[in-house]
C-alpha cells in the first residue's frame, strides 16, 4: 500500500507560477511510474505529465513546455513546477503511481487525495 500526499495547491493570476508536491508513504524506486493527473469540472481526469525512475519524462501537449515533473528519491517526493499557467489549468490535480509509462487513468495503482489550483484570468 503507498499513500500519497499533495500539497502546494492555490490560486494564482495568469502567468504565474505554482509548484506541487507529492509526498509518498514509501520509497518507491521503479515498482512504479510517478505522474500527475488533473480534473477540471465536467471533464474528464487527463494525464498530464509522467516520470520513470530514470527520471525520464513524458508530458501531456497541453502543458509541454511549460510544466516540468521531477522527483526525488531521497525524500519520497514527486515535484510538478508549473510556469506560465493559464485559466485553463484551472483543475484539481492528482498525483498517482502508475504501472506503465502511460498518461492514462487506467494504469493507476495509487492516487493522492488532489490539491485544488485556480488560475484567474
Known amino acids: 500500500q503507498v499513500r500519497l500526499v499533495e500539497s502546494g495547491g492555490g490560486s494564482v493570476q495568469a502567468g504565474g507560477s505554482l509548484r506541487l508536491s507529492c509526498a509518498a508513504s514509501t520509497y518507491i524506486g521503479n515498482a512504479y511510474f510517478m505522474g500527475w493527473f488533473r480534473q477540471a469540472p465536467g471533464k474528464e481526469r487527463e494525464g498530464i505529465a509522467v516520470?520513470?525512475?530514470?527520471?525520464?519524462?513524458s508530458y501531456a501537449d497541453s502543458v509541454k513546455g511549460r510544466f516540468t515533473i521531477s522527483q526525488d528519491n531521497a525524500k519520497n517526493t514527486l515535484y510538478l513546477q508549473m510556469n506560465s499557467l493559464k485559466p485553463e489549468d484551472t483543475a484539481m490535480y492528482y498525483c498517482?503511481?502508475?504501472?506503465?509509462?502511460?498518461?492514462?487513468?487506467?494504469?493507476?495503482?495509487?492516487w493522492g487525495q488532489g490539491t485544488q489550483v485556480t488560475v484567474s484570468s
Open positions: 498517482a503511481a502508475l504501472r506503465a509509462f502511460l498518461l492514462n487513468p487506467i494504469f493507476v495503482e495509487y
Open positions: 516520470i520513470s525512475s530514470y527520471d525520464i519524462t
